[in-house]
């Protein structure tokens, strides 16, 4: 009833940029977060950076500085700029999302498909 559907993956060379979309669909009434995770083989999926209905957001150590997450309320989507991209950023990025179904209703959650980022030469 709810999708999230990312977009903007693909292969760039060490140092490029990225920016990645993610929009949701469905029985939404309002949302209250959204997030980036990635995950790489034989991994947990870990926290890239997050986003609330107020925009305040929280990025994990590894890309401060270096990816910027940014939301219109008004379209359901988040996106993620990725700058001076490394090797080790290469992982399946997914999409998270937190959203109330009505307005009695509590915090439900969905999760995207996942869009392969690949960083090599």
């Known amino acids: 009833q709810v999708r999230v559907v990312e977009s903007g993956g693909g292969l760039v060379q060490p140092g490029g940029s990225l920016r990645l979309s993610c929009t949701a669909s469905?029985?939404?009434?309002?949302?209250?977060?959204m997030g980036w995770y990635r995950q790489v083989p034989g991994k947990e999926r870990a926290l890239v950076a997050r986003?609330?209905?107020?925009?305040?957001?929280i990025y994990a150590d590894s890309v401060n500085g270096r990816f910027t997450i940014s939301g219109d309320n008004t379209k359901k989507t988040v996106y993620l700029q990725m700058n001076s991209l490394k090797p080790e950023d290469t992982a399946v990025y997914y999409c998270?999302?937190?959203?109330?179904?009505?307005?009695?209703?509590?915090?439900?959650?969905?999760w995207g498909q996942g869009t392969l980022v690949t960083v090599s030469s």
């Open positions: 986003i609330n209905s107020g925009g305040s957001t």
């Open positions: 469905g029985s939404i009434f309002d949302i209250a977060d």
């Open positions: 998270h999302c937190i959203y109330r179904g009505s307005y009695i209703s509590g915090p439900l959650d969905a």
